[in-house]
C-alpha cells in the first residue's frame, strides 16, 4: 500500500479538531438521524437511531472514526432499554464502529464481511492509498473526485489518520427477507434488497410506510457493487414497493414517488 503523499500528509497534520463528531437530528417521532458531517460525502452514511416501547433499534454505525455508542447513549430517552443494532450491509461507512455494541444483526451474505478476514481496501483516510479501479468505479458512478484526506477534521488533539484501522464485528444473529425487528410498539419487516451487495437489508414498517433502504436505493449516485441482476430485480421490487418516507443509507430522505424515479432511471441505465 502507498504512503500518503506529501501533500496529503501535510494535509492531515493541519486539520483542526472537530467541536463535535457526530451530529443528531430527529427526522421523525422516534427517529433519529445521525451522520459524521467531517467525513467526505462519499463515504458519509446516514445511521438511524429508532426508539421503541421495549427496545430501541440503531441502524448502521459510520466509520468507527470516533466512539459512537456514548454518542448513541446520549440520545436515547431510555438508555437502560435493550438496544438492538443492524447492519444494513457490511461496508466500511455502514459498519466500521459495530465492534463497540453487544448485538450484531446482518443479512446471512454478509455474515463473514464482518470478521474482516480480507482486509477491506477502503480501511484508510487517504485517498492515494485506494486501488485505482474503485476510485475509478466511484468516479465513473457520478462522484466528484475524492480530496487527498477523506476527512476534513479530526475527532481530537493528536488522532492519528495513518493509525486509522478496522476491528471485527462479528454477528450475533442473523436476519433474513420475512423476518421481523420488534421494537414493542411498531416491528420492521426485513427486505432482502441484494446489489449494491450480496447482503444487503431494508427495513420497512408497514404499518406506517417508513422504509429505511441502507444503500439498495438512496437519493444520489447508486453503485453497483454486487450483482447486476440482483440489483436489477432489487430495483424492479423497489418502484412496486408501498412506502411513506425512505432513509437511505446516504443524502436526504424522499417519498415513494422519487423511489419510483430512482428506480426507472437506473433500470433505463443498467438495461431494465
Ligand atoms: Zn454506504
Request: hydrophobic residues 45%.
Given at each position: 500500500?502507498?504512503?500518503?503523499?506529501?501533500?496529503?500528509?501535510?494535509?492531515?497534520?493541519?486539520?483542526?479538531?472537530?467541536?463535535?463528531?457526530f451530529r443528531?437530528?430527529?427526522?421523525?417521532?422516534?427517529?433519529?438521524?445521525?451522520?459524521?458531517?467531517?467525513?467526505?460525502?462519499?463515504?458519509?452514511?446516514?445511521?438511524?437511531?429508532?426508539?421503541?416501547?421495549?427496545?430501541?433499534?440503531l441502524?448502521?454505525?459510520?466509520?468507527g472514526?470516533?466512539?459512537?455508542?456514548?454518542?448513541?447513549?446520549?440520545?436515547?430517552a431510555?438508555?437502560?432499554k435493550?438496544?438492538?443494532?443492524?447492519?444494513?450491509?457490511?461496508?466500511i461507512?455502514?459498519?466500521?464502529?459495530?465492534?463497540?455494541?453487544?448485538?450484531?444483526?446482518?443479512?446471512?451474505?454478509?455474515?463473514?464481511?464482518?470478521?474482516?478476514?480480507?482486509?477491506?481496501?477502503?480501511?484508510?483516510?487517504?485517498?492515494?492509498?485506494?486501488?485505482?479501479?474503485?476510485l475509478?468505479?466511484?468516479r465513473?458512478?457520478?462522484?466528484?473526485?475524492l480530496?487527498?484526506?477523506?476527512?476534513?477534521?479530526?475527532?481530537?488533539?493528536?488522532?492519528d489518520?495513518?493509525?486509522?484501522?478496522?476491528?471485527?464485528?462479528?454477528a450475533?444473529?442473523?436476519?433474513?427477507?420475512?423476518d421481523?425487528?420488534?421494537?414493542?410498539?411498531?416491528?420492521?419487516?426485513?427486505?432482502?434488497?441484494?446489489?449494491?451487495?450480496?447482503?444487503?437489508?431494508?427495513?420497512?414498517?408497514?404499518?406506517?410506510?417508513?422504509?429505511?433502504?441502507?444503500?439498495?436505493?438512496?437519493?444520489?449516485?447508486?453503485?453497483?457493487?454486487?450483482?447486476?441482476?440482483?440489483?436489477?430485480a432489487?430495483?424492479?421490487?423497489?418502484?412496486?414497493?408501498?412506502?411513506?418516507?425512505?432513509?437511505?443509507?446516504?443524502?436526504?430522505?424522499?417519498?415513494?414517488?422519487?423511489?419510483?424515479?430512482?428506480?426507472?432511471?437506473?433500470?433505463?441505465r443498467?438495461g431494465?
Amino acid at each position: 500500500m502507498p504512503a500518503p503523499t506529501q501533500d496529503a500528509a501535510e494535509i492531515a497534520a493541519a486539520l483542526p479538531v472537530a467541536d463535535a463528531w457526530f451530529r443528531a437530528r430527529r427526522v421523525a417521532p422516534g427517529v433519529t438521524l445521525i451522520d459524521e458531517p467531517h467525513v467526505d460525502l462519499l463515504l458519509r452514511a446516514n445511521l438511524y437511531l429508532v426508539e421503541g416501547a421495549e427496545r430501541d433499534m440503531l441502524i448502521d454505525s459510520g466509520m468507527g472514526i470516533a466512539p459512537l455508542a456514548p454518542f448513541v447513549a446520549g440520545l436515547r430517552a431510555a438508555p437502560e432499554k435493550p438496544l438492538v443494532h443492524v447492519l444494513s450491509h457490511a461496508h466500511i461507512d455502514h459498519m466500521a464502529g459495530s465492534w463497540e455494541f453487544d448485538t450484531r444483526l446482518i443479512h446471512p451474505r454478509e455474515e463473514k464481511d464482518l470478521l474482516l478476514e480480507v482486509p477491506d481496501p477502503l480501511a484508510t483516510l487517504f485517498r492515494d492509498e485506494y486501488p485505482a479501479e474503485l476510485l475509478e468505479k466511484f468516479r465513473a458512478s457520478g462522484y466528484r473526485p475524492l480530496p487527498p484526506v477523506l476527512v476534513d477534521a479530526i475527532p481530537e488533539a493528536g488522532f492519528d489518520l495513518s493509525a486509522y484501522a478496522m476491528k471485527p464485528a462479528p454477528a450475533t444473529m442473523l436476519l433474513e427477507e420475512g423476518d421481523r425487528v420488534e421494537l414493542g410498539d411498531r416491528a420492521f419487516l426485513v427486505l432482502h434488497l441484494p446489489g449494491h451487495s450480496d447482503g444487503g437489508i431494508g427495513l420497512l414498517d408497514e404499518v406506517d410506510g417508513t422504509f429505511f433502504s441502507g444503500d439498495a436505493i438512496y437519493d444520489g449516485p447508486l453503485i453497483l457493487a454486487g450483482d447486476l441482476d440482483e440489483y436489477r430485480a432489487t430495483l424492479r421490487r423497489l418502484r412496486e414497493l408501498e412506502v411513506g418516507v425512505v432513509h437511505g443509507g446516504h443524502n436526504d430522505a424522499f417519498d415513494q414517488a422519487r423511489m419510483r424515479e430512482i428506480c426507472d432511471d437506473y433500470l433505463a441505465r443498467w438495461g431494465g
